[in-house]
Each structure stands twice: as C-alpha cells, then as structure tokens.
Nanobody, 123 residues
Framework: QVQLVESGGGLVQAGGSLRLSCVAS????????IGWFRQAPGKERKFVAG????????YYADSVKDRFSISRDNAKSTVYLQMNNLKPEDTAVYYC????????????????WGKGTLVNVSS
C-alpha cells in the first residue's frame, strides 16, 4: 500500500501561482510513477502532469504545458506541481496518484490515490 497526501491548494487570483505537494508513505517512493490529475465540478477527472519513477521523463496535458512544472524529491518522498499563470479554468480538486507501470501510457491506470486538494482560481 502507498498512502498519498496532497497539500498546497487554495484560492488564488488569475495569473497567480501555487505549488502543490504530494507526500507518499508506505513503500519505496522511488519505485513509483506519480501523476497529478484534476477534477472540475461536474466534469470527469483528467490527467494534468506526471513523472516516472526516476524522474527522467515528464508528461503534461496540453492545457497546462508551459505553465505547470512537475518535479520529485525521492529523498523526501514528495512530488511537486508548480502552477504558474493560473486561469479560472484550472479550478478543480487536484489529486496525486501512483503506480509502477511501464510504458508511455502508464498514467492511464493508477493504483493509489490521495484525497485531493482544492485549487480555486478567481477571475
């Protein structure tokens, strides 16, 4: 089992920045790929960004590319999502998730999920 806890959400004005953190416990963190997902009210959950276990490859949704940056610190069992130039459409609950799959579609089936942190971007 892997336990994931997100933090760093909040209310921010459009154009502002937030940094989300996802802290993991329970297993060897460096063995896991980590993805960030978000779910806006009334919409399905969608992939935002991901980083594979060794941090060597990063993945981003087109909607956040050039604005969001994902990184990980395996020594702290933490993955970060730096979000810049936030827009009202970024408003959602943000979740981090983990798995050990290989391949380019690894983020399409996650095994462990956190409970989420709310990001609210006002216009």
């Amino acid at each position: 089992q892997v336990q994931l806890v997100e933090s760093g959400g909040g209310l921010v004005q459009a154009g502002g920045s937030l940094r989300l953190s996802c802290v993991a416990s329970g297993r060897t963190f460096s063995d896991y790929n980590i993805g960030w997902f978000r779910q806006a009210p009334g919409k399905e959950r969608k992939f935002v960004a991901g980083i594979i276990r060794n941090g060597g490859r990063l993945y981003y949704a087109d909607s956040v590319k050039d604005r969001f940056s994902i990184s990980r610190d395996n020594a702290k069992s933490t993955v970060y999502l730096q979000m810049n130039n936030l827009k009202p459409e970024d408003t959602a609950v943000y979740y981090c998730a983990a798995n050990r799959f290989s391949g380019s579609n690894w983020y399409k089936q996650m095994d462990y999920w956190g409970k989420g942190t709310l990001v609210n971007v006002s216009s």
